[in-house]
């Protein structure tokens, strides 16, 4: 079954700047998608279609791709951006949705 | 403001069946193709199936492929998901989403209904 590979952890210190990969075969065919989710919520749409930033979302997020890999981009590093992220796509067979194993963003 | 409302989540056995519900509000609910998206406690998300928006078609993931159904009825704005032959490894939160259309994301999440599965 088609996978997307994110790495399980990423630290960073305030004000840094993080960037999570996010590789799958099928993603230069296919769209990404990234959602934030803070412990004891629901996840949050941060980026659509590759680098798209749905309203309400600050600048400070970005969304990049490259080949089978996409990239989520977070400048200036706040202490509340603390959360796990996930990427998502789809599969070139049929499957539409398709999570990345997330990883965990901690703000040192 | 847009709602989903998730119900009906249950302790069940093993084998079981469960059906569960989500209910939107504050959006024309037929426009929309909607999800269902479980995380399992401490583990990541994992997309369970989706539906367009008459209910004539519908997608699974392998994991629940001929065990659970997702139907919708737009003249209540509800989602179902039918669940049978329950197994501990379907215990999860389960999600209903909107899919905002034209690639845009599953953008609006209900807060989630719990199925644990355990005799």
């Known amino acids: 079954s088609y996978e997307l590979t994110q790495p399980p952890s990423v630290s960073v210190s305030p004000g840094q700047t993080a960037k999570i990969p996010c590789s799958g075969d099928?993603?230069?065919?296919?769209?990404a998608f990234w959602f934030q989710q803070k412990p004891g919520q629901v996840p949050l749409l941060l980026i659509y279609?590759?680098?798209e930033r749905p309203s309400g979302i600050p600048e400070r997020f970005s969304g990049s791709s490259s080949g089978t890999t996409v990239t989520l981009t977070i400048s200036g590093v706040q202490a509340e951006d603390e959360a796990d992220y996930y990427c998502?796509?789809?599969?070139?067979?049929?499957?539409?949705?398709?999570f990345g194993g997330g990883t965990k963003l901690t703000v040192l | 403001e847009v709602q989903l409302v998730e119900s009906g989540g249950d302790l069940v056995q093993p084998r079981g069946s469960l059906r569960i519900s989500c209910v939107g509000s504050?959006?024309?609910?037929?426009?929309?193709?909607m999800h269902w998206v479980r995380q399992a406690p401490g583990k990541g998300l994992e997309w369970v199936s989706r539906i367009n928006r008459d209910g004539s078609i519908a997608k699974y993931a392998d994991s629940v492929k001929g065990r659970f159904t997702i139907s919708r009825d737009n003249a209540k704005d509800t989602v179902y998901l039918q669940m049978n032959s329950l197994r501990a490894e379907d215990s999860a939160l389960y999600y209903c989403?909107?899919?905002?259309?034209?690639?845009?994301?599953?953008?609006?999440w209900g807060q989630g209904t719990m199925v644990t599965v355990s005799s």
């Open positions: 504050g959006l024309t609910f037929s426009k929309y193709w």
């Open positions: 099928a993603l230069p065919e296919q769209f």
């Open positions: 989403v909107r899919d905002a259309g034209d690639r845009r994301g599953m953008d609006v």
């Open positions: 998502q796509s789809a599969d070139t067979s049929g499957i539409p949705v398709v």
């Open positions: 279609k590759d680098s």
